[in-house]
């Protein structure tokens, strides 16, 4: 499908009011009316007391939180990426986890990729205007090259973002699977996602802030969505990240620590292993396991996936 074709295959109705839909995310807390008046000490409990709610909120939305996840991971598994869509707090927390991912998981910085209204711009100086234009969210992920193999997950507080609506509703006209992370139910942007994340979380401490336990909510459920899709693609091994990419001083402690552990040898045989790999974990852990040659298991884990468990049975098969 062409760029323009796509063009032409999207459509925007968004034929909503929002006049009167209740927003839980606007409402006042009655907990926290006089935090004003409080001191340090107090306002902080207050804060906390509103927090510790958000966990068991997501507790409740395990179900619909795995539904996403199982989808976003057949579409990786298949050679589609995913894509975050959001404004303010929420696009940023997007972009957020997906530029963790390539670091901790070694995946490659295109598979998971946040898209925020005002681009990158956005992530260091309010740009809440660009919020309002629903063509800007449809031709934000065009310009990404987005296709009918990809998932794409629109996160929004209040669930009423245009920039949001318009990004998830294209992304559902190509053949896209779409989900949305909101906190408020019954959301224009739940109605045009395929499936829906609604962490009601109430109230926040300071009225509309949603950067506060909205923001946590959304935070978790992406860690839990993100951590879980990496799992099940095979990079992880146990519970140990033996993906991860060894390009600080920490990462390479982190990756000897873990090369020892999978192996069983020296810190001294990790420091020469791992630098026979040229410094990439999971080939020295091929390397030290079936003690073959540099080349055998680049080859095996490139054959796998780069999955440690496929290659090392790819090796012993052959």
Same mark, same amino acid.
């Given at each position: 499908m062409t760029a323009d074709s796509r063009r032409m295959h999207f459509r925007m109705p968004l034929n909503f009011s929002i006049g009167n839909m209740i927003r839980?995310?606007?409402?006042?807390?009655?907990?926290?009316?006089?935090?004003?008046?409080l001191e340090t000490i107090e306002a902080l409990r207050l804060i906390n007391?509103?927090?510790?709610?958000?966990?068991?909120v997501?507790?409740?939305?395990?179900?619909?939180?795995?539904?996403?996840?199982?989808?976003?991971?057949?579409?990786?598994?298949?050679?589609?990426?995913l894509f975050y869509t959001g404004t303010g707090t929420s696009g940023r927390l997007g972009v957020l986890d997906a530029s963790e991912l390539p670091p901790t998981f070694g995946v490659s910085?295109?598979?998971?990729?946040?898209?925020?209204?005002?681009?990158?711009?956005?992530?260091? /100086?309010?740009?809440?205007?660009?919020e309002d234009d629903p063509e800007a969210g449809a031709a934000d992920l065009l310009k990404r090259g987005l296709s009918e193999k990809d998932a794409v997950i629109g996160i929004a507080a209040s669930g009423t973002t245009l920039y949001t609506v318009g990004a998830v509703e294209y992304a559902r006209s190509i053949g896209c699977f779409t989900a949305c992370i909101t906190c408020n139910p019954a959301s224009?942007?739940?109605?045009?996602?395929?499936?829906?994340? =609604?962490?009601v979380v109430g109230?926040?401490? =300071?009225?509309?802030?949603?950067?506060?336990?909205?923001?946590?909510?959304?935070?978790?459920?992406?860690?839990?969505?993100?951590?879980?899709?990496?799992?099940?693609?095979?990079?992880?091994?146990?519970?140990?990240?033996v993906n991860v990419r060894a390009s600080n001083?920490?990462?390479?402690?982190?990756?000897?620590?873990?090369?020892?552990?999978?192996?069983?040898? /020296?810190?001294?045989?990790a420091e020469s292993s791992l630098a026979r790999a040229e410094g990439d974990l999971k080939t020295a852990i091929v390397m030290v396991r079936k003690s073959v040659d540099l080349?055998?298991?680049?080859?095996?884990?490139? /054959? /796998?996936?780069?999955?440690?468990?496929?290659?090392?049975v790819l090796i012993s098969s052959d």
């Open positions: 839980i995310t606007e409402s006042e807390n009655p907990f926290t009316s006089n935090i004003d008046q007391n509103e927090d510790k709610s958000v966990a068991a997501v507790s409740g939305i395990l179900d619909e939180i795995a539904a996403v996840t199982d989808k976003v991971f057949e579409r990786l598994s298949t050679g589609g990426r910085e295109d598979l998971v990729q946040g898209v925020i209204a005002g681009g990158y711009q956005a992530l260091h /100086s309010a740009v809440e205007s660009s224009p942007l739940e109605d045009v996602s395929e499936e829906a994340i =609604v962490a109230p926040e401490a =300071v009225t509309g802030s949603t950067r506060m336990k909205s923001g946590t909510a959304q935070k978790m459920i992406l860690n839990m969505i993100s951590t879980v899709v990496m799992i099940k693609l095979g990079y992880v091994k146990g519970n140990r990240m001083i920490k990462l390479v402690e982190r990756a000897l620590g873990l090369l020892v552990l999978e192996t069983g040898i /020296s810190m001294e045989e080349e055998t298991a680049k080859e095996a884990l490139e /054959s /796998s996936g780069n999955v440690i468990e496929k290659a090392l």
